[in-house]
């Protein structure tokens, strides 16, 4: 069983102005393709064939280059594009919300933590809301296509919200302005696809 491309939620220009069509065009249609189809060559003919992509992420040989970074690179830009929606934004609500309350005091300290990590992350990587068993929330940035769900990265837990701060995923757009993509992301926020995530993996 190979990995296939999924196909966005939405319209390419579904997201404007928030995010551009051309940018969403080229990154699902050109990079996200990319990571699936080199990913789907590196781990044919090996133990990892027919797995599904978190099981090889957790159990990943963190020196395997050709996995590490197409098999982060196809579960990330999925994650991206299924926390995205063109009625998002606004703030979540019930368990979700309260576990961000808890771990962080409230929605604007939580939503400061995480630009931070966004604009922090030097050079390309991911922001991340993850969850860890038992309910907990916590923030963190990975470089290039790592994420927490690979040994010894991040915060651990299972990611439930992602923002992709590699240039390709802004840069016709904003150009050097990450903070104002950071900003932006919040507008497009699927609080109720994230609130999904939290409860199916705290």
Known sequence: MSFKLPDLP???????????????KIHHGKHHQGYTDKLNSAIEGTDNEGKTIENILMNLDMDNKAVRNNGGG?????????????????????????????????????????????????????????????????????????????PGVGCGGTPILGLDVWEHAYYLNYQNRRPDYVNAFFEVINWEEVSKKYAENK
Request: charged share 20%; with cysteine; net charge negative.
């Open 74 to 150: 196809f579960y990330n830009h999925r994650l991206f594009w299924e926390v995205m929606s063109p009625d998002g934004g606004g703030e979540p609500t019930g368990d979700l919300a309260d576990a961000i309350n808890s771990a962080f005091g409230s929605y604007a300290d939580f939503k400061n933590k995480f630009s931070e990590a966004a604009k922090g992350q030097f050079g390309s990587g991911w922001a991340f809301l993850c969850v860890h068993k038992g309910g907990k929330v916590e923030v963190c940035s990975t470089p290039n296509q790592d994420n927490p769900l690979m």
């Open 10 to 24: 939405y319209s390419h220009d579904a997201l404007e102005p928030h995010i551009d069509e051309k940018t969403m």
